[in-house]
């Protein structure tokens, strides 16, 4: 995708815990008008995000028939192993083999022991999200993706991981990386309808 906007540089660098934000023309079934946040990003061994954005039409519980109830969406992570489901969490004290994102903000984790906190209903759809698939990029791709101005990054607090409904957030998230970026809000999903 070229470059068809003049926008002024990000004032900030891809990272651990950041938001990405995509350009409002990517047409790419996963990744159009998604909010990502970035789990991993090296340039040596490539970036890991899940789609924040995309409810799928099924509940945990109709997929893990196995698992504890819990009565909550899934979501499409992204394309990449998408026979496998992972979570982010706020509980990374209260579940061994956490990974740490940003305070009160973990991925993955001992399955057991998040089932354990389901059953206990310590776990609930307001500190835990589970998805199918994450989205990945080789070493440097990601980068070089920014550079074309694909994506936008945001420094937005975890508050609007839980709370900003996942119908709304691209356009919130747009919303709060200043008025450049405005006229995202304005586009049409669809090019052709213009």
Do not use: C
Request: aromatic residues 12%.
């Amino acid at each position: 995708m070229n470059n068809k906007f003049e926008i002024k540089s990000n004032s900030y660098y891809a990272s651990i815990g950041k938001i990405l934000i995509s350009e409002p023309l990517i047409q790419d079934k996963y990744f159009r008008r998604s909010v990502i946040l970035l789990i991993e990003h090296s340039k040596k061994e490539g970036s890991v995000g899940v789609i924040l954005n995309k409810p799928l039409s099924v509940s945990f519980n109709q997929v893990i028939k196995e698992g504890p109830d819990f009565d909550s969406k899934l979501f499409l992570g992204g394309p990449v192993q998408t026979d496998n489901i992972y979570f982010i969490h706020s509980l990374g004290d209260k579940i061994s083999k956490s990974m740490r994102i940003l305070n009160n903000l973990y991925w993955g984790g001992d399955i057991e022991q998040v089932n354990e906190l389901i059953n206990l209903k310590v776990l609930n759809k307001n500190n835990i999200r589970f998805f199918v698939g994450y989205a990945g990029w080789e070493p440097k791709q990601l980068d070089k993706e920014l550079k074309l101005n694909n994506w936008a990054i945001s420094n937005s607090g975890i508050k609007d991981i839980w709370n900003i409904h996942p119908k709304l957030m691209w356009h919130s998230m747009v919303s709060k990386l200043g008025e450049d970026y405005d006229f995202w809000k304005h586009m049409p999903e669809d090019p052709m309808m213009n």
